[in-house]
């Protein structure tokens, strides 16, 4: 008798979302008919641009073919549009990779760099499904510690510098930051190329919250250094936040390094094309007014403003002002940010009412780290989102007396 | 100064398409005003039923939110109604994970059940993209020839048991076949299903174009042996080519191995989720009527027979009757398949029409096979097909005579 082979290691090394394990607990107390405020995962109520949605209303292509595998020329076009009305006009199509969501664009762009266990330097806390593409490309992180002290904002010089080894491939940030809300300086940046200059390392940066920056800040890409460091800065990006498309899988690689374009085209031409319908409503983003991104951002300001006054008045609870995207990670006056999160959902109630928040230890590579810290998303409006601080005020004087 | 790191070995590995790499060429023919008739790629012009089309009309969701890690809970039932209407009673919505397209179900299965350079045993000629999806997830490929002389059906069985070593982990199967129109008999399958058992390794089985089985035949599923083989069958699926959905990106992996599924949902949740708008278009499966697949498969049994019985009077040319699917591998008499595709692109005109045709090179493992093989994606109407059929035959009249 043979033994049956089992499934590969890398597959159990595949972590289960942080964002979403409580789901199960969630679903038990809207069962009960609890009202559960979502702060764990940044899932925009903002619409959509009816632009778009109009591309779905006058559909009339028959049938739904494969789009091309470098992308649907008129969302290839759309998009070189854009980054050209952003300032990069050196940036053409063939720099521009589409892939389905800047999940994809992460992940086809570890595997491009790393070999198996190479390593890659990500500052942590970090999104929790970077864990997932390493794990899934066999990528080893190399962690660099971020404070909640310094508004995670970047260490030293050297204290990245120390952590590059031979088998180091690359640097991936992510700026404006998911989960910490933070945005790098142009210090930062100048000293992040600098440090991929001089090891020959590459730089990839992940930027799909480009455009929500707040208290008149700048962003500062990596795309304005992309001609310094040609071979070396790939920007991943994505249309879902940008215009409320989550569900429509739309994102890109961005470089000037054309064996990498090549290669990824090699990669894409395997999957053959992502969706046409989802390509084509994004490729209206030429005719979305400059109005709507300020608005939006305008209104996720808001809401950051309602929400650092708000948590800053719990007692115990450290919230550093996020800068920018829709995320922060806050310390909590607990041991055990993981417990009270569980408690929120399955004991705590007020007026039949409660609180979903995302544990932030899925948010490090480290284990053990931010036990008790949690990522809070702002997406919800902003009486949705006083109640949901003042639910959580209550929730923690009620679970510290226990 | 220290020399910049190189993007990855693996990237470097990861192949051009085959079915895509004479594109260029067609497109400078097409330039000069030269009318190409497709054979090489296999993207039907049948219509998408009408009601997926409505979802698209109707559309009123806003913002286009995230759909669910497992898929979207409407697709889940209409594919768990599918496999019920097909017979199969014990598949439940655990049993399937909603996947971005057949081809991520294939990708997605590979990286499971084989870690790095484990063996997984193909049958070639096979679906070029396969190759791709090994060099992805590293994984090595075992071919195992099948000839044109038997139809491309499976060799004996000590032929595939004898490549079984301490690192075969699965066989990778596609019935009815892609590139061969192959359909797999029941002995066939009887005898795979007896190797993985006795062996121990996983069977996968690509069965994408469940439906498209000519001459009466009876498709062979390996979902009828999933009771027999719970933990290591697992069946690939897309709707692209059922419904002419090829350009939305709705595929599935279904297995009673739920340490599989468990597994696949966790590399699913770090990609958030596919298309919403795809996946609700493709829900509507449960409405569109028999009839539509019927007719379906009658257009292409038509199509398959005016395209043996055309190529047969060619001289020279070898073609075993297809069976399924809508491919075919033929043997031209010359000596370089490539060399004439690319001279039907480059220089042969009737009537200012030419043809494009996939090179089989590419369909195979093996370096270096298939060299007087190309393959043929009858997806064209009949009339086209007809001209296709005659445009080949003068070509290789005077391909010959040069």
Redesign the interface.
């Known amino acids: 008798m ?4 089992t ?6 090394r ?4 942080p964002i ?1 394990k409580l789901v199960p607990y969630a679903n038990e107390a809207k069962k009960e008919g609890v009202y559960v405020y979502h702060l764990n995962i940044g ?6 641009p009816d632009v ?2 109009d591309v ?2 006058s ?1 009339d292509k ?6 091309q ?1 470098h992308g649907e020329p008129a969302l290839l076009d759309a998009i070189d549009w854009y980054y050209q009305h952003c300032g990069y006009s050196f940036i053409t199509p063939k720099n521009i990779q589409i892939t ?2 800047g ?2 664009a992460i ?1 086809i762009a570890l ?6 266990w ?1 390593e890659v330097i990500v500052f942590e806390p970090l999104y929790a ?1 970077y864990n ?2 390493a794990a ?1 490309n ?1 990528v080893q992180f190399i962690p660099v510690e971020t404070t909640i002290a310094n508004g995670f904002h970047l260490p030293e010089r050297n204290d990245i510098v120390k952590k590059i080894t031979k088998r ?3 640097m991936l940030i992510c700026t404006p930051n998911n989960p910490t809300g933070t945005v790098y300086t142009k210090e930062e940046m100048d000293m992040l190329v600098a440090i991929a200059k ?5 730089l990839l940066s992940d930027e799909v919250y480009r455009e929500f920056v707040y208290d008149g800040m700048k962003h500062v890409s990596l795309l304005s250094y992309m001609q310094e460091i040609p ?2 800065a790939i920007v991943l990006d994505s249309l879902s936040k940008r215009y ?6 739309v994102g890109m690689i961005v470089s000037l ?1 054309s ?2 374009m090549h ?2 085209l ?2 894409a ?10 390509q084509l ?1 994004a490729s209206k983003l030429t005719k979305v007014e400059d109005s709507y991104i300020e608005s939006v951002q305008k209104e996720y300001e808001n809401r950051r403003d309602v929400l650092y006054e708000g948590l800053k008045t719990i007692p115990g609870l450290i919230i550093p002002k996020p800068e920018g995207a829709f995320y922060t990670i806050v310390k909590l006056p607990v041991d055990d940010a993981e417990d009270f999160a569980k408690y929120l959902l399955t004991t705590f109630r007020d007026n039949n009412e409660t609180v979903m928040v995302a544990p932030a230890t899925g948010f490090y590579a480290n284990p053990g780290k931010g036990k008790n810290e949690i990522r809070i998303a702002y997406v919800l409006n902003i009486e949705s989102l006083k109640r949901s601080i003042e639910i959580l005020k209550k929730a923690l004087v009620a679970y510290k007396a226990k």
């Open positions: 043979i033994t049956p082979k499934l590969s290691d890398r597959l159990a595949v972590p289960a979302s979403r899932d925009p109520d903002i619409k959509t778009m949605l779905l209303h559909w028959n049938p739904i073919a494969y789009s595998s389905t969501g999940s994809e992940s595997f491009s760099v790393a070999n198996c190479d499904n997932s593409y899934i066999q180091t491939k690359a001089k090891y020959g390392i590459f071979e070396q409320s498309l989550c569900g429509a899988r390094n064996d990498l290669g990824v090699r990669i031409q395997g999957k053959l094309s992502s969706g046409l319908v989802d409503m």
